[in-house]
Nanobody, 121 residues
Framework: QVQLMESGGGLVQPGGVLRLSCEIS????????MGWFRQAPGKEREFVAV????????DYADAVKGRFTISRDNAENVVYLQMDRLKPEDTAVYYC??????????????WGQGTQVTVSS
């Protein structure tokens, strides 16, 4: 059974930092690209970042480029999203996903349950 579990969300002030983690089980992680998406209230889920199966390349949404960093540790079956200089508009539920493909922004095979990130003073 494939399971993805996000953690690390919470309440942070504007300009603050958070690091999200996504632990994966039930799949051979190094076969999958891993991505982060987010969904704010009343909005559709949107792409945030993706990393190739071996961590060699990454891709980011324009809204987070230069502030967020995606990384992975295949030996530990974990993917991270380091979020710096957070803004109120980053407030959302953040989801990790696993996909076959190079740097996919859609058509993910597996999803976690999400973790809430709230950026507010």
């Amino acid at each position: 059974q494939v399971q993805l579990m996000e953690s690390g969300g919470g309440l942070v002030q504007p300009g603050g930092v958070l690091r999200l983690s996504c632990e994966i089980s039930g799949v051979t992680l190094d076969e999958y690209a891993m991505g982060w998406f987010r969904q704010a209230p009343g909005k559709e889920r949107e792409f945030v970042a993706v990393i190739t199966f071996n961590g060699g390349r990454t891709d980011y949404a324009d809204a987070v480029k230069g502030r967020f960093t995606i990384s992975r540790d295949n030996a530990e079956n974990v993917v991270y999203l380091q979020m710096d200089r957070l803004k109120p508009e980053d407030t959302a539920v953040y989801y990790c996903g696993a996909a076959l493909g190079f740097l996919p922004r859609a058509d993910y095979d597996y999803w976690g349950q999400g973790t809430q990130v709230t950026v507010s003073s």
